[in-house]
């Protein structure tokens, strides 16, 4: 017990009045404008893209042919694109497969498509696969009538 008196004699210290400290950032009194950054007026506070330019987007849609559609709701894409060769510089046809989300298994074999970006649907998809027209196929040209209502020179009588 004499330890204990002695060591509750010697915990107690006089307070310290001196020692005040004051500042705005205690107890939270500080309001918000004071922790913003500071801003210089060569900065724009909400700059906005012009509104002429079109948005951007950050994945473009890839376009290739159908290779394999024996999965259930999946196609096999094959896209072609054109880069650069590293030493000699002539552009070569690279080549990738992607998977493909196919809802309704509408494309077969051949088909041409659309890879659309879309969240990922399983570990090796996340493109669905969009309908596109087929790629150098002819158009189907303008049915032009025969008889105009006029007769040719052949038919004009003299």
């Not at 918000?32 to 210089?40: A, G, N, Q, T």
């Not at 070569?92 to 088909?111: I, L, S």
Request: hydrophobic fraction near 35%; proline fraction near 11%; aromatic fraction near 4%.
């Amino acid at each position: 017990m004499l330890l204990t008196s002695s060591s509750s004699s010697l915990l107690q210290l006089p307070p310290l009045k001196s020692l005040k400290i004051s500042s705005p950032f205690l107890n939270g009194s500080s309001s918000i404008h004071l922790l913003k950054k500071p801003s210089s007026s060569l900065t724009q506070l909400n700059p906005s893209p012009p509104s002429f330019l079109p948005p951007i987007r950050a994945m473009k849609s890839m376009q290739g042919r159908v290779v394999c559609a024996a999965s259930d709701k999946t196609v096999a894409v094959e896209v072609v694109r054109l880069a650069p060769h590293p030493k000699y510089k002539r552009r070569v046809r690279k080549k990738k497969k992607y998977q493909a989300h196919d809802p309704e298994n509408q494309f077969k074999v051949g088909d041409y498509v659309q890879l659309d970006k879309c969240r990922p649907i399983s570990k090796t998809k996340t493109f669905i696969a969009v309908a596109v027209a087929a790629r150098n196929t002819p158009k189907p040209k303008e049915v032009v009538p025969q008889d105009l209502g006029l007769p040719m020179e052949s038919q004009q009588v003299e």
